[in-house]
């Protein structure tokens, strides 16, 4: 599977929805402090998301006890921090 567009909204800076089509090189380009490092922090944060709860659901365990699993591993962790670091 290949990403093709992908789009952010209300995720730290970015209020906006906005396309963004990807090819095989694809380059942010842009002032400073304008969003770059925020979308794809955005898109990191996504595909890892996926990728977890993909990892998830091929255990074939309970959906409830997958919930409460990513809920306590969304907890451990300071979302606002620039590298997603351990809470604490």
């Known amino acids: 599977m290949i990403l093709a567009t992908f789009s952010v909204e209300n995720y730290r800076s970015i209020t906006q929805s906005r396309k963004i089509s ?14 770059k490092s925020n979308v794809l922090r955005a898109l990191n944060l996504a595909m890892s998301t996926i990728s977890r709860i993909a990892a998830i659901e091929s255990r074939s365990i309970d959906p409830e006890l997958a919930s409460r699993t990513l809920a306590s591993r969304r907890a451990m962790y300071d979302w606002s921090s620039p590298d997603y670091s351990p809470a604490g």
Do not use: H
Not at 22 to 35: D, K
């Open 22 to 35: 990807l090819s095989n090189n694809t380059v942010l380009v842009g002032p400073n402090n304008e969003g």
